[in-house]
């Protein structure tokens, strides 16, 4: 048999392809909720390199209460460095949608394109990496938090009491992963 070559395909898997399985149990309705919710996730990662352009060229988007445009212009404003990786190990590191340190104050800005309300835990453990990678201790710096979603903006300053539990965490479980991974290599 000569099987057709679909060169433009490989590496890619279809929205109803095998791998993803679980469609054949779903009914009408629940494959065009699956789909549009696939659709949302695609448009978000858009927004998020649209907004990380913006921020690198300095480019302000109009004054509004929309959630993009107070994100971008307030990480413009505080100059902030987009898409910006923090690393503890290969087993523990994040990227951050917007940071800023400066004058012992750490800034994160965290924008959130969906609907499921966000959490401010995922910016409190960027806050615990960016502690561990440069050595600077919870105490001795002042943060703000900060989710921008659905036209509001959420701000959080963490004491050292909310992020030394979490870098504690890291540092413990990074310890029992890499143990594992070594009784494995």
Known sequence: MNFKKHLDLEGQHA?????K??????DEAKVADVYNKYLAAQKGTMLHEFAAQCIRLGQKLPKSRKTLNMYVNDAIGFKMIPEQVLFYSENCFGTTDAIAFRNNFLRI?????????????????????????????????DIELRIYQSDEILHHKPTS???????????????????????EG
Not at 15 to 19: H, I, M, N, T
Not at 119 to 134: D, G, S, T
Not at 161 to 183: G, H, M, N, S
Request: glycine share 2%; proline share 4%.
């Open 161 to 183: 009491e909310d992020l030394v539990p979490i870098i504690d965490k890291i540092i413990t479980f990074d310890k029992i992963i890499t143990k594992i991974r070594a009784e």
């Open 15 to 19: 929205f109803l392809g095998a791998s």
């Open 109 to 141: 800005h965290d924008y959130k394109s969906g609907v499921t309300p966000a959490r401010m835990e995922q910016l409190e453990i960027y806050a615990a990496l960016f502690c561990l990678e440069y050595k600077i201790k919870p105490s001795d710096i």
């Open 21 to 26: 399985y679980h469609w054949i149990n779903y």
